[in-house]
């Protein structure tokens, strides 16, 4: 079945929806870390809540009824009826995984199936209060009496704080409904109470909601507004007249308290999503803001608590709602959601504007004028800022990859019988958007495999001396133009001379290759397809793919990774990456008359040919770099067919992929220049070792070489 919603309220939904699902999966496992936090236990539960809220709007049931029975197995948890425990997140974080699926079955224009009954049914009996629970919080609870029916739907949904004591806000307003209904009820009568029987028949609307079910009707809600402020009297702010008449007994609702009780309200009746229901709520807040006072009775013992002024009552229902509403419109038009198309597309605008800039550069050192070189340097100037402002609309904070980290090492740390702390830092650095995406598989490997390989089993980790808890460390940080990631942890580290074995055990080395690597080659092995230490294979690891597949895609987004380890202390892996790919350095060199442009991320130094010494070992030409032998290729026999450098004028210019070091000639060096990518047409795309094509500051065309793909299309050629 297809969504006949409007689009833009689903879509809202979706990213919504989609937002409090990745935090609730964050917030749940914090939460098995310290299951004594209620702050955690209220965020979840709102969570759920509110995304019930907006599936109910939309008419997704399947959405609302696994969230509805996730809502109350946290309502159990916040009274404290349930204890937190790794069998109970293993189910809720199915339920988070079952919610995702369903979105994504929205997102594609279909109507989710329902949730397995089977996980519905273990949800129903994990939200029933556990036996011991209720003896260690004391005897059991005897049958609600007729007073405290009405009062169970407050007691089930009111907060606790972190020593078990009520949350003040909640206990405000809980007070504050209270109050005004024994009031009425002493009145004994006059405008604004109820009836003698009233209260009764109050109490026997309110009281079905007391069963454990979070929700009340429209009719309920209605009736409940009209016991406590009298019919027709919730109808906007009182006069000043009427404000100094009413004094609250415990002090006007604060404007969250109001604010929660309307959601609570909308979400119960479905009528709209949550966001709505938060951009309505100050239009009927005002008008809540108090509930009518007794009047004094003479003789009567002092308030604990002095009555606020008529001034301060009247301020408390009028400005703080006011200013409130002020500030959450402020908020709300702080940050705009903007389709990335249009990010892409305004960078696409920017890249033009730098290519231009860069043919003004070239053509002000031909004038020869003064005010002409003025105006085209503050251009550069301008041009500069503007890309690095449009640079910034594109990033984004890291974390929205770490997020996933706490869930991916929990799992696989319970699956492995493992002992895992994952240690973040650095998640609020801010990476390009197409970055950010693309790091996500390669990181989420390296961290499986930090887990996998690299921590030791707790009974092994205390033979060593070692605490029981293994430690995995995830961080970021910007160095100058690049981003810096660290995978780091306290395992057993890699024996080069076990690398070695393997090597040779699976044939991708002979024994005398081997013997004759040193030990940052030896660590460089776990790049090459098909390696693996793992004996066995399982559904983790052991058929040697994962870091040749992680090395290919960094190297992809002209990034390096490096490897150091210590036996028996530990791994750390270090990849470095430009902050951006939309507009790439590079180093502008000729070959004859084509001029074509190297990634100034993959070029380490240069060198005048003449001063390089060389030797042949093996067949291959090899360069003496500071006594280092680095292989030596021709670029020109690669790019232009039938031609051979001839001589010994011309550059080296040495260059690193990954772990891969090469050396290659050019015939002239032109200048570092930062250019635009464009795609190469139909004939030309995907041809290997070429990424694109750009136009250069003299308005020729040069070619983007792609130096992964060309590295392995021409360097294991003889």
């Keep these: 079945m297809a969504f006949e919603a409007d689009d833009d309220i689903l879509q809202d939904f979706l990213v919504e929806a989609t937002e409090i699902l990745e935090q609730v999966g964050e917030q749940l496992v914090d939460l098995e870390q310290r299951p004594a936090d209620q ?32 809502e109350d197995v946290f309502n159990t948890l916040r009274q404290g009826q349930r204890r937190v425990d790794p069998t109970l997140m293993d189910v809720v974080l199915r339920v988070v995984d079952v919610v995702g699926g369903m979105l994504d079955a929205v997102r594609g224009g279909e109507m989710p199936g329902p949730a397995d009954p089977e996980l519905l049914r273990t949800l129903e009996a994990l939200a029933a209060p556990e036996a011991e629970g209720q003896a260690e919080g004391g005897e059991a609870a005897p049958e609600a009496s007729p007073d405290r029916a009405a009062a169970g739907e407050r007691e089930t949904r009111q907060a606790v704080g972190d020593d078990g004591a009520p949350d003040p806000a909640e206990a405000a307003f809980e007070a504050m409904l209270e109050g005004s209904a024994g009031e009425a009820e002493a009145s004994g009568g006059g405008e604004g109470c109820a009836a003698p029987g009233a209260e009764a028949s109050g109490e026997q609307q309110v009281a079905p909601a007391a069963g454990g079910d979070d929700e009340i009707t429209e009719e309920e809600f209605e009736a409940l507004l009209d016991q406590l402020h009298g019919p027709g009297r919730f109808q906007g702010v009182p006069t000043q007249a009427a404000a100094r ?88 038009e702080a940050t705009v959601r903007v389709d990335t198309r249009r990010l892409d597309d305004i960078m696409n605008l920017v890249g033009e504007l730098v290519l231009v800039r860069n043919r003004l550069a070239t053509l002000r050192s031909s004038m020869g004028d003064d005010e002409v070189a003025k105006a085209v340097a503050n251009l550069d100037l301008v041009t ?43 998640e609020d650095t801010d990476l390009d958007k197409n970055l950010v995406e693309a790091l996500a598989d390669p990181l989420v490997h390296l961290v499986r495999n930090a887990v996998d390989h690299g921590i030791e089993p707790p009974e092994e980790r205390e033979r060593a001396g070692k605490p029981r808890e293994g ?34 055990e699976k044939g991708l080395l002979d024994e005398d290759s081997a013997a004759r690597l040193d030990e940052q080659e030896c660590y460089n092995l776990i790049f090459m397809p098909g390696f693996s230490t793992k004996s066995e294979i399982s559904d983790v690891s052991g058929r040697g793919v994962g870091m040749d597949v992680v ?81 030596l290729f021709f670029l020109k026999e690669w790019l232009l067919q039938g031609r051979r450098h001839e001589g010994r004028d011309g550059y080296v210019v040495v260059v690193r992929v990954g772990h891969l070091q090469v050396a290659l000639v050019v015939d002239q060096l032109i200048a570092q220049e930062e250019v635009v990518i464009k795609p190469l047409g139909t004939l030309l795309q995907g041809l290997p070792g070429l990424a694109g094509a750009t136009i250069t500051g003299d308005g020729r065309i040069a070619l983007i070489l792609d130096m992964p793909s060309l590295l392995a299309g021409y360097a294991g050629r003889r």
């Design 39 to 70: 702050e955690l236990l209220n965020a979840v539960f709102r969570g759920f809540h509110t995304v019930k809220g907006g599936a109910g709007f939309l008419g997704i049931e399947p959405l609302v009824e696994v969230c509805h029975r996730a």
């Design 245 to 332: 008449e009413e004094a609250p007994p415990q002090g006007p609702a604060t404007v969250a308290e109001e604010e929660r009780k309307e959601e609570g309200k909308a979400a119960a009746a479905g009528s709209k999503p949550a966001a709505a229901v938060r951009e309505d709520a100050p239009a009927a807040r005002p008008g809540a803001g108090a509930a009518p006072a007794a009047p004094a009775e003479a003789g009567a013992p002092p308030a604990s608590h002095p009555a606020p002024s008529p001034a301060a009552s009247q301020e408390a229902r009028q400005g703080a709602p006011g200013r409130a509403g002020r500030a959450g419109k402020e908020a709300g």
């Design 384 to 426: 500069s800022d503007l890309q690095l402002a449009v640079m910034k609309t594109r990033m984004q904070p890291i974390k929205k990859v770490f997020g996933r980290f706490p869930r991916v090492v929990r799992d696989l740390a319970r699956q492995l019988g493992k002992e895992v702390r994952l240690e973040l830092y650095g």
């Design 471 to 504: 430690r995995v460390v995830l961080g970021a940080k910007q160095e100058g133009d690049h981003i810096l990631l660290v995978i780091e942890d306290d395992g057993a580290g890699m024996d080069p001379e076990v690398l070695r074995r393997k090597a040779v």
């Design 551 to 631: 090395k290919t895609r960094i190297a992809q987004l002209n990034g390096s990774i490096t490897i150091s380890s210590r036996k028996g202390e530990g791994t750390e892996l270090r990849i470095k990456l430009p902050l951006t790919l939309a507009i790439v350095p590079t180093l502008m060199v000729l070959l004859e008359r084509q001029i074509f442009a190297l990634p100034l991320a993959n070029v380490q130094e240069i060198i005048r040919l003449e001063s390089v010494r060389t030797r042949v070992v093996d067949g291959q030409t090899v360069a003496l770099i500071r006594e280092h032998p680095v292989p």
